[in-house]
């Protein structure tokens, strides 16, 4: 009960900075949509609350921030991003929570799968709804040519604050405890 508390906390934290984050580049929009800066809440939200709490963030936040602020267009920008944030924040989530080793390898290996998850099922709506084949080089175009700056920050500040969270003993890297585990291998 007092974990749910605490993720629910912090999932409304992550959605608030998700609301927020856009206006630091929101004034030259080209700039913001190549630094992602809704991406870094979700992703954070899905790594210390679960799965399940930054899916929803991922979900509400690009929709919420709409009906707010009037950015992104609820249609198709806002849909869109909705469907590939809730990805983003579901799939780094899931991996990173079952994941053997829980450290800054297991991050980065959950990170880059989510990514390209998140955006390879945005594309597919998008060009769905539009009639039109998904590509490999429609992926690559949109995926990295057109947010490489976003990805490089990501990849860059959430293991930094990961790993700065587990200094502090907030967010503890670990390993999942194995059968031959006894009190005294574990010392």
Not at 12 to 32: C, E, K, N, S
Not at 40 to 63: E, N
Request: aromatic share 10%.
């Amino acid at each position: 009960m007092k974990q749910n508390i605490k993720n629910t906390v912090l999932a409304a934290m992550f959605l608030a900075l998700g609301l927020v984050l856009p206006f630091l580049t929101g004034q030259i929009p080209r700039i913001g949509s190549m630094l992602l800066p809704m991406h870094i809440p979700v992703f954070l939200c899905g790594l210390i609350c679960g799965w399940q709490y930054g899916a929803a963030v991922g979900l509400i936040a690009p929709i919420l921030r709409s009906f707010l602020f009037g950015m992104p267009p609820l249609y198709p920008t806002a849909v869109a991003m909705a469907a590939e944030l809730l990805t983003y924040g579901l799939v780094v989530g899931l991996m990173y929570s079952k994941s053997r080793w829980q450290c800054v390898i297991s991050l980065y290996r959950s990170l880059l799968v989510a990514m390209i998850a998140g955006w390879g099922v945005t594309e597919i709506i998008i060009l769905g709804i539009g009639g039109e084949a998904f590509t490999w080089e429609a992926f690559m175009a949109g995926a990295f040519l057109n947010a490489i700056l976003g990805i490089i920050i990501q990849l860059i500040l959430i293991p930094m604050i990961m790993v700065a969270l587990n200094r502090t003993g907030l967010v503890r890297f670990h390993r999942a405890k194995q059968p031959s585990d006894t009190a005294e291998n574990l010392k």
